[in-house]
């Protein structure tokens, strides 16, 4: 299992900092914004960013098309059910979880995951690569394949110069992350948090970090976004109109030996609606051993491996996991 190290960082913010990414390639800009997102993520663990590029149109898009995938009949979604998949892409029902940890409730929640989409005969699918294969698409709504996987590469274009600008900040070269993304198991899931018009049903996903690298967020304008910070005060992070909110998963935090602070968060429940959201979670290639920058070379060291933590936690999740 993955460890926690300290959050030294973190602090005692009381709102989410709103990052302009538009300066990326510039090259008279950049450090400035490299600073700038390296103090965020020590100091909060999330961010608001903007100037990523891809249009409100692009963004109210993905969610129209979310929509019209979650109002199927229940029979039509099943037939991508998650369970089909040893890769864990299609669908997933509300409430549904594995029968293997009587722990876990299952989540107020339906989604639909997808990842890199790979051909029969990729080599990586012909080695076996575990992770990596077909994603499960819906025959409707018309046009969902290409406006979601359009989408999914998209933003993994942002997370990718996100992790640019982080490892920069981190004195080390410009790839340091992304060159352990040549088979990546990154993931794209399409969100509908349950409506619950309870008022005594407080949270529609309980506090919780993030096991990845970084996710990528985009949420609807229902609300109920709530970060953590170092007093203990539960910060809103309210929809922001064309904006992604990014968050440091625990695997970065590890990496950067605890500079970096995974936050705690959570989802208020505000009732009235269902809350849509679409998470992108940028994961490395299955096989990267993550030990905290300056250990690499220490095979003493703390490690972490990637892929054999995903396939863990899918297979305690969604017993019929094949990886």
């Known amino acids: 299992m993955l460890g926690q190290p300290s959050q030294a960082n973190l602090g005692a913010f009381d709102e989410i900092p709103i990052v302009d990414i538009g300066s990326a390639k510039d090259p008279a800009r950049r450090p400035a914004l490299v600073q700038r997102v390296v103090a965020v993520a020590e100091q909060v663990g999330f961010m608001y960013i903007v100037g990523h590029g891809i249009g409100s149109d692009i963004l109210d898009g ?36 594995g029968d293997t940890d009587p722990t876990f409730k299952g989540n107020n929640l339906e989604a639909f ?31 969902f394949h290409d406006i979601v996987y359009a989408y999914f590469e998209r933003t993994y274009e942002v997370a990718e110069t996100l992790l640019e600008l982080l490892a920069e900040g981190l004195l080390q070269p410009t790839d340091f992350f992304t060159r352990h993304y040549r088979h990546n198991l990154s993931q794209l899931r399409l969100l509908r948090y349950a409506q619950i018009d309870d008022p005594d049903v407080k949270l529609l996903a309980r506090s919780h970090c993030d096991t990845g690298v970084i996710t990528v967020l985009a ?3 229902t609300g109920g976004l709530e970060v953590l910070n170092k007093a203990g005060d539960w910060i809103a992070a309210p929809p922001l109109k064309g904006s992604y909110v990014v968050n440091i998963g625990n695997t970065l935090q590890f990496w950067t030996g605890g500079r970096f602070s995974s936050t705690n968060h959570r989802v208020a429940n505000r009732g009235g609606v269902p809350r849509f959201s679409i998470p992108f979670f940028m994961t490395p290639d ?14 003493t060291a703390p490690s972490f491996h990637v892929g ?14 094949k990886a």
């Open 62 to 97: 993905v969610f129209d098309t979310s929509r019209a995938f979650f109002d199927l009949p229940d029979a039509e979604k099943r037939r991508i059910h998650i369970t089909r998949s040893p890769q864990y892409r299609g669908y997933l029902g509300l409430l549904e979880k």
């Open 113 to 143: 995951h997808c990842a890199v989409e790979l051909a029969a005969d990729h080599p990586d699918v012909k080695a076996g690569r575990p992770l990596r294969g077909p994603n499960l698409w819906p025959a409707s709504p018309r046009g």
């Open 219 to 221: 949420q609807d304008d």
């Open 286 to 299: 299955y096989d990267t051993v993550v030990r905290p920058i300056g250990a690499a070379d220490d095979a």
């Open 308 to 321: 054999a933590e995903m396939a863990a936690t899918y297979r305690r999740i969604w017993p019929s996991a």
